[in-house]
C-alpha cells in the first residue's frame, strides 16, 4: 500500500511518499514560496536521486500538480500511475475539541476543519487547502486528517481550563489544546518499545524542543498535561516565541510603547524567545556559536531556554506523580546535545544520571541515561510524517 503525506502550509508544501508493506519512504521533498517569485521544488528519491525544480508555482494547486508529476517522472519518480497511490494523509493543525482521533475526510469533517480556522488562522485554512486540491488530483482516493491537538485530548478539565470566567470555554472553547501531538505520540510510544515495557504502565515526559517547542506529560498511555495552550504561544522559550509570561505585560508594554495588539502579538510570536534575549537569532545553532564565542545575552537566552524546560519537567513529574522515562526529540532536542546535559544535570536530586559519552550523539535513537539512573533519558528523532501513514493505513484498511 502506498500512501502520500501532505503537510500544507501558506506558502510550503511537504511531502512523502510511503511504502507501508516496507515501511519505507518511496520519496520525499518540499515545495518552497508557493505565490511568491522564486518558487522551487526539491525531491529526494529513496535511492539517493536528487532534483529541484525552479517554476512559478502560483498557488497550492500548481504545487500538488507538480509533486505528482515528479513522482510520476521517467527519471525522477518511483511510481509509474497515479492510481498506486492508495490514500493521502493531511497533517491538520486544529482538530478543537472534537477530534480526539485522526478520521476519513467527508464533507462534514471538512466544515469542521473550516470552523476551527479561527483557532489555528494560521494553519487550518492552507491544511483544507491541501486537501481539497488532493480531492480534486486524487479524484475518489481516500483522504485523512491527522491532527496535531488528538493527542493531547485527553489531558483532564484541571489541565486544560484556563481559570478566566468559565462562559469564555462554553462561549468560545476557550482551554489548553497543545500541539505537537503528533510528535508526542510517536516519540511516547517508540519509548515504551525501547524500554520493552507496555506504553500503558509508563509515566514519560516527551520534550520537543525544535524551532517551536512544547513538552507533554504522557501517564499510562494518556496526554495528561502539555505546555502549549489555546494557540502555540505558551510554555517554554522558543525560537522566536516568548512562552509564559505575566498576561499583564502585555497591557503594560502596549501602553508604554503606544502598540496595538496586532504589534503586542507579532512582539510575542515573532521577536522573542531565543532571538529576543540574545538579539542575535532564533536558531539555536547561531546563538550557542554566539554564546560560545562569550556573548552574555546568547549565554542568558540559552539558560533560560534550558531553565524553563527543566521547570517544566520537574512540575509534570509532581503532576504525575513520578516518571520513568524523558525523551528528547525535534531539532534542538535531537541534536544538540549540550541542552540535554545542561537540562539532565540541573535534575540530579531526582536520581536522573546522565551518560554523558553516550549523549553526544546527534539525531540518533539513543538511550543516554546511565544504567543505574532513576529515570531513563533517550534521544528520539521524530517521525510525525510516518506516524501520519500509519494513521491512514489504518483508517482505510
Ligand atoms: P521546527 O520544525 O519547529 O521549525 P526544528 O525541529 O527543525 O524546528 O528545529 C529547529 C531548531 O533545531 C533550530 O534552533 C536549530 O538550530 C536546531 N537544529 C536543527 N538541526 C540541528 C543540528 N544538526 N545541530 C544543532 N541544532 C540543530
Same mark, same amino acid.
Given at each position: 500500500m502506498k500512501i502520500l503525506v501532505i503537510n500544507s502550509g501558506s506558502s510550503s508544501i511537504k511531502y512523502q511518499l510511503f511504502d507501508m508493506d516496507k515501511e519505507i519512504v518511496m520519496a520525499k521533498g518540499g515545495i518552497q514560496r508557493i505565490g511568491i517569485d522564486n518558487s522551487f521544488l526539491k525531491h529526494e528519491t529513496y535511492e539517493g536521486k536528487e532534483t529541484r525544480i525552479d517554476r512559478d508555482i502560483p498557488d497550492h494547486a500548481a504545487g500538488i500538480k507538480l509533486l505528482i508529476d515528479v513522482l510520476l517522472d521517467?527519471?525522477? $519518480?518511483?511510481?509509474?500511475?497515479? !492510481?498506486?497511490?492508495?490514500a493521502v494523509g493531511h497533517r491538520v493543525l486544529h482538530g478543537g475539541e472534537k477530534f480526539t482521533e485522526s478520521v476519513i475526510i467527508n464533507d462534514e469533517v471538512e466544515k469542521t476543519i473550516e470552523e476551527y480556522c479561527d483557532l489555528g488562522p494560521l494553519h487550518n485554512p492552507h491544511n483544507l487547502t491541501g486537501i481539497r486540491v488532493c480531492k480534486k488530483l486524487l479524484p475518489g482516493k481516500p483522504q485523512v486528517a491527522v491532527f496535531d491537538t488528538s493527542f493531547h485530548t485527553t489531558m483532564p478539565p484541571k489541565a486544560y481550563?484556563?481559570?478566566?470566567?468559565y462562559e469564555y470555554y462554553e462561549k468560545y472553547k476557550v482551554k489548553r489544546y497543545g500541539f505537537h501531538g503528533t510528535s508526542h505520540r510517536y516519540v511516547s510510544r517508540r519509548c515504551a518499545q525501547l524500554m520493552n515495557?507496555?506504553?500503558?504502565?509508563l509515566k514519560i515526559i516527551s520534550c520537543h524542543l525544535g524551532n517551536g517547542a512544547s513538552i507533554a506529560a504522557v501517564a499510562n498511555g494518556k496526554?495528561? !498535561?502539555?505546555?502549549? $495552550?489555546?494557540?502555540?504561544?505558551? $510554555?517554554l522559550v522558543m525560537g522566536t516565541r516568548c512562552g509564559?509570561?505575566?498576561?499583564?505585560i502585555i497591557k503594560f508594554i502596549m501602553e508604554k510603547e503606544g502598540i496595538s495588539i496586532e504589534e503586542m502579538d507579532k512582539i510575542m510570536?515573532?521577536?522573542?524567545g531565543l532571538l529576543g534575549i540574545s $538579539?542575535?537569532?532564533? !536558531?539555536s545553532r547561531d546563538v550557542s556559536e554566539a554564546a560560545k564565542n562569550g556573548n552574555k545575552r546568547a549565554q542568558l537566552a540559552l539558560e533560560l531556554f534550558d531553565y524553563r524546560v527543566v521547570k517544566y519537567i520537574g512540575a509534570y513529574v509532581a503532576a504525575m506523580g513520578g516518571v520513568d522515562a524523558i525523551v528528547f526529540t525535534a531539532g534542538i532536542g535531537e541534536n544538540q546535545w549540550e541542552t540535554r546535559e545542561n537540562i539532565i544535570e540541573q535534575l540530579g536530586f531526582l536520581g536522573i544520571k546522565l551518560d554523558k559519552e553516550a549523549n553526544k550523539v546527534r539525531g540518533e535513537e539513543k538511550e543516554?541515561?546511565?544504567? !543505574?539512573?532513576t529515570v531513563k533519558v533517550f534521544v528520539i528523532p521524530t517521525n510525525e510524517e510516518l506516524m501520519i501513514a500509519r494513521d491512514t493505513m489504518a483508517l482505510i484498511s
Open positions: 521517467e527519471e525522477y $519518480g518511483v511510481i509509474s500511475d497515479i !492510481d498506486e497511490i492508495d481550563l484556563y481559570a478566566l470566567p515495557r507496555p506504553y500503558e504502565e496526554c495528561v !498535561d502539555t505546555s502549549m $495552550g489555546l494557540t502555540p504561544l505558551e $510554555g509564559d509570561i505575566d498576561p499583564a510570536n515573532k521577536k522573542s $538579539g542575535i537569532s532564533n !536558531d543516554i541515561s546511565t544504567p !543505574d539512573s
